[in-house]
Structures are given as C-alpha cells and as structure tokens.
C-alpha cells in the first residue's frame, strides 16, 4: 500500500491553532505515537548533520513480498530508498527527503517458539527456546509475549518503545548485557530482503556473511530485515535496582564524589549482575538509574551498604536524597507490575505515555509497589 509521508507537524505551519497541530504538539512525547506517524522520528536530529525530512511516499509493508516489491521499484526507478521501523536512527537513515519510506510499522506479529532451529541447521545446532519478531515489532511487544506471557527473558533494549529489528542491527547493548550479551548475539535467523528483492534467510547454516554482517552493521546496511528470531533464557530469578541522588556541596567534593563512584563501580557493580546508568549533573548532583537481576533483596542491599555509608560519613561534603536505596525481589511478580495492561494494549491508542520510557524508570515504580523504596 503506498501512502503519503507527511510530517506530524506539518500542519502547524499552515494552522498551527488546528486540530491536527493540537493533537500533535499534544502527542509530541509519546514515542508510541510518533512511531505510528509514517513520516514521524524519535529525535530531531544533530545540528549541523541533518534535520528530519519526510520522504515523498510510504509504502505501508505487511509482509516480505510487498518490502521486495518496493525495492524492486526503487532499484528500477533509480529512487532514493530508506526504511523505518520505530524511527529511533540518532544517524537519520530512517528519514529522508524526496525519498521513498518502506515502513515495518505494520509488521508487527511476534511468535514464541519452545525448541527452534535455525533452517538448514538440522542436526548442527541444537534447538532452542527463542521467539520470532517482525520487522514493526518493538521491545515491549517481546518483553510481553516473552516474559508477562512465557516466563522467560530476551535480552533487548531498555527503551520499551525502540524498535527490534533496528537495535539489533546496531549491535544492542541493553541493560543486562554484561549478563546475556547484546541483543544481537541472540540473534538465531533473520529474514532480510537484499538489494535485488530476494527475500533471503540468513543464519549460521544459511548465508552466514550475511548473518554476522547484520548483528551490528547498521539498520537497512545490507538489505531490509523483515523478520528476526531471538534465543530467549529462563527468567532471573530476581530483579531489582539502585536509586537515589547524592549532591556535592563544593567542587572538590563533587570531584571525589565521581573518583569514589568509579572505584566502587570497579570492584562491585562491573559484573553480570548490574547495569543501566548514572547521570551527573551541572549542579554537582551524581544521580543513580541502576539495576541489576541474579540478586536476592538483602544481597543488592548489602552491594551499596558501603558506597551510601561512605556518603553518610561526610555530611559537610554531601547531602543524600531522601528517596534512596537498592533492593530486589522475585523475577516473576516483578516483572507482572511492570507489563501492566497499559504499556501493551495497541500502539496506536496509547496516547498519553511519556517518551523515554527506560527500563531504569518502571524499575523504581516496581520498586515502590513492593515497598522496597523508602
């Protein structure tokens, strides 16, 4: 289906006190929402590189056949080609202008699998529990059929609304990486129309160059992925974080503040148990965003006992939020709190979610229904 592209603010320029410029500045944090725009992007782009640009025309693909029919079309009439499918590229090769858009957005199916094996794998590599995603597909539609509905754990990205087929063309270090490996290295068989629309399999059995060259080469590098099969792993038994904030009270307090936080990374939290991040601040403040899965709720505690100790001892130096702390609890209800109805009913009524939505943020929510923030 070929369709127009337009930008979702397009209309404000025209009549920006009109209803589709109203819902769209309404909409303009949503991710979900500007995913399902053909011509929206999840950034605005880097200044002095490139600005987002709708492309001409869409075509709106549901299945292989109609991504091979519009590359063959552009091939033939010397187009300018980009493919989108949650519109996340920080590089802009999901946009351009005068160009003609494949969008994924529709191709979105996700199917869980309790032994697969890779075609023309038979009887080399063994099967394996894993779960097939379409090219529209993003995290939170995996992270609910896989875990809210099977139990078991894929390992993805931290943004819910980042889609899959493009994080693990780029490689895919998400938030318990240091545990499972990236989102590409679970990666078990791709479906991916080449640049003379083939629709070809790629695996380790099949095309195999073409297999290593997708897990991190870039989205749309070497031809238009359309559908990827992940290894999923048995869930962690425990999931669980740290939060808090700590400000410094002078610059050379802040300065040893960063030096303490390093080392203590190095010796308790470079491991496969924690991840995601801190941030620090223009205001001498080192926020704390981390969390971490393997850990009983006393074993998490007992890793940052020392490093809010330390803290603690130099009140002149630092002041430490009253909101803070680190705790774990059960994978399985843990992970119930967070794929609540809300996050997963369809995309494309989901109106009223914020952009950003990390996995550090839900955590602290999960968090505080368990009672394991103060």
């Not at 209803?19 to 399902?36: E, R």
């Not at 802009?92 to 094996?117: C, E, Q, Y």
């Not at 070497?222 to 425990?238: I, N, Q, S």
Request: with cysteine; hydrophobic share 45%; glycine share 12%.
């Amino acid at each position: 289906m070929y369709i127009a592209a337009p930008s979702p603010f397009g209309a404000c320029a025209t009549d920006p006190k009109g209803a589709p410029c109203v819902d769209a500045l309404a909409n303009i944090q949503n991710p979900f929402y500007l995913g399902d725009q053909p011509g929206g992007t999840q950034v605005s782009g880097w200044l002095d590189a490139w600005t987002p640009a709708p492309s001409a025309y869409a075509v709106k693909a549901r299945s292989s056949g109609d991504v091979a029919a519009a590359v063959n079309f552009a091939r033939d009439n010397n187009l300018r080609l980009v493919v989108k499918g949650a519109g996340h590229s920080y590089q802009g090769t999901s946009n351009a202008p005068d160009s003609l858009l494949i969008w994924m957005r529709a191709m979105d199916k996700v199917t869980l699998h309790d032994a697969f094996t890779p075609q023309g794998c038979e009887g080399k590599i063994a099967p394996s529990p894993a779960v097939t995603a379409e090219a529209g597909a993003v995290w939170i539609d995996l992270y609910h059929a896989v875990t809210s509905e099977a139990g078991r754990y894929v390992q993805g990205g931290g943004c819910a609304d980042v889609g899959v087929a493009g994080l693990i063309q780029s490689g895919g270090f998400g938030s318990f990486s240091k545990g499972f490996g990236t989102a590409a290295a679970g990666l078990l068989e791709a479906e991916i129309v080449t640049a003379d629309g083939v629709a070809r399999i790629a695996n380790a059995c099949a095309n195999p160059d073409l297999f290593w060259a997708i897990k991190g080469g870039g989205g749309g590098s070497w031809g238009v992925v359309t559908r990827l099969t992940l290894r999923t792993h048995d869930l962690p038994a425990f999931f669980g974080g740290a939060w808090g904030a700590i400000k410094a009270q002078s610059d050379d307090a802040f300065r040893g503040l960063i030096t303490r936080f390093l080392a203590f990374y190095a010796d308790n939290l470079f491991n496969p148990h924690w991840g995601e991040q801190i941030a620090l601040g223009p205001d001498n403040t080192l926020k704390l965003f981390m969390v971490c899965q393997g850990l009983e709720n006393a074993q998490a505690g007992a890793v940052w006992l020392p490093f809010f100790d330390w803290v603690k001892a130099s009140p002149q130096d630092f002041s430490l939020s009253g909101s803070h702390g680190a705790g774990a609890e059960s994978g399985g209800p843990f992970c119930s709190k967070l794929m609540r109805p809300s996050l997963v009913q369809k995309r494309s009524r989901v109106h009223t979610l914020i952009a950003k939505r990390s996995l550090a943020a839900p955590l602290r929510v999960g968090f505080q229904r368990s009672g394991l923030s103060p």
